[in-house]
């Protein structure tokens, strides 16, 4: 029997790794606790809450922090309009320092000295649990089985692991495996490995339909309306379930991307984002319609910026909260209305308004000319040629003025 080693909290997920991990801290000689968030996936919590316990858990913690992942880290991305490498929504990188954030929090109220995680040795999700805790408690100690040598050469692949389970009588599935694997919150669904680790391999999406529906966002969305049913939804988070719903059912948000990894290698992954796709469509359209053209520059280089650290795990790093700021800055002036509709996954703008609107129809209007003089384009047009006309001038032929 190992020598008693203290209390870890074990971020769990009720799945056949982190089942077998919590069997095998045990082993090691840790008490553990076991923690299972509720960030929007569908599982049965109560089976898992007893499944950990029946392992050898010595307390089981089910926190639902779904709200607080939309409040607190969703909407911060959707002002920013964050993408990253110009595809991806973030949606695991963004779940991460949420689930990672309660994972501390019990271990300081269990006064427990470790903290371990089921997250692979080669993936991005090692980072973004680790940086967190550290973020927010330097004194706390990870154990990552998944880079300790004792662990990953143990069990090579998933048939150890599946006989690692049937000898200490951890239930196993019944039902033949997906070749992937899966992860799920409430922004998204996320499939990588096993036969998608080929780039090749096709995979089927869903067909689509077609639905219309308007959003109010004041700084941050506030309220979605149905257009054909009037429905509508005001909280945070019933406005995004609602959003997955109407979105998902018609295919919206799904890519197929490579990406590349933190730790330096490229990977591939399908995501179904569909209430994400949509808050991002309309925030950027009524972004643009109420936002100075210069402020806008800047903060889509902030936006670039923001999505990177994101992605890279540093959240609660001080740059990070520095540029959550900045973007939460940027959005005072960012409120109205944006009419769109989903149709075979795709996301259509229809129409927009705002009081603080910076769009002057008479101004641009082909039809009056209000304010605007015709004749000063002239200028204007001059003093911006200068530039492209110099580089171009032959200097033999002397110095020349800009034709008027």
């Known amino acids: 029997m190992a020598q008693p080693k203290g209390t870890v909290v074990l971020a769990y997920s009720g799945g056949l790794d982190t089942s077998c991990i919590l069997v095998w801290l ?4 840790y008490d553990v606790i076991a923690y299972l968030a509720n960030i929007g996936q569908k599982e049965d919590f109560e089976a898992a809450r007893k499944k950990a316990l029946a392992l050898g858990a010595k307390k089981v913690y089910i926190e639902d922090i779904s709200r607080e992942f939309v409040e607190e880290f969703i909407w911060p991305a959707v002002q920013a309009n964050a993408l990253y490498e110009d595809r991806y929504l973030l949606g695991t990188a963004l779940a991460r320092p949420c689930i990672a954030r309660k994972l501390v929090e019990i271990t300081q109220r269990e006064g427990a000295q470790y903290v371990a995680h089921g997250a692979t040795g080669k993936g991005n999700d090692q980072v973004r649990f ?3 805790c550290y973020a927010l408690c330097p004194n706390i100690k990870v154990v990552a089985p998944w880079r300790l040598p004792e662990f990953y050469q143990r069990f090579p692949g998933r048939r150890e692991l599946m006989d690692y389970a049937k000898k200490h009588g951890i239930p196993v599935p019944v039902t033949p495996q997906t070749p992937w694997s899966m992860d799920e919150n409430l922004m998204h669904i996320s499939y990588e490995a096993g036969i998608l680790e080929n780039p090749k391999v096709i995979d089927h999406g869903r067909l689509a339909g077609v639905a219309a529906t308007g959003l109010r966002a004041f700084r941050v969305p506030v309220k979605v309306t149905n257009a054909g049913d009037g429905a509508t939804r005001c909280s945070a988070l019933e406005l995004f379930v609602y959003l997955n719903n109407i979105a998902g059912k018609h295919g919206v948000g799904r890519i197929d991307i490579v990406e590349n990894r933190f730790v330096g290698m490229k990977s591939r992954g399908i995501y179904e984002t569909p209430a994400g796709t949509i808050l991002y469509h309309a ?11 210069e402020v806008r520059k800047i903060k889509q280089g902030l936006a670039l910026k923001f999505s990177e650290l994101v992605y890279n795990g540093f959240w609660h790093s001080p ?9 939460g800055r940027s959005q005072e002036a960012v409120v109205g209305t944006v009419r769109l509709s989903v149709f075979k996954g795709q996301v259509y703008v229809l129409g927009r308004e705002s009081p603080r609107s910076l769009y002057n129809e008479e101004l641009v209007s082909m039809n009056v000319q209000g304010d605007y003089e015709p004749a000063d384009a002239t200028g204007f047009i001059n003093i911006n ?9 032959d200097p033999s032929q002397g110095g020349g003025k800009a034709p008027s």
Not at 388 to 393: I, L, P, V, Y
């Open 283 to 293: 925030h950027l359209d009524i972004e643009a319609f109420t936002m100075d053209r």
């Open 319 to 327: 740059e990070c909260e520095f540029l959550r700021q900045c973007i």
């Open 130 to 132: 680790e940086l967190t």
């Open 385 to 393: 040629s200068l530039r492209s006309a110099g580089s171009r001038r």
């Open 26 to 29: 045990k082993e090691q000689g």
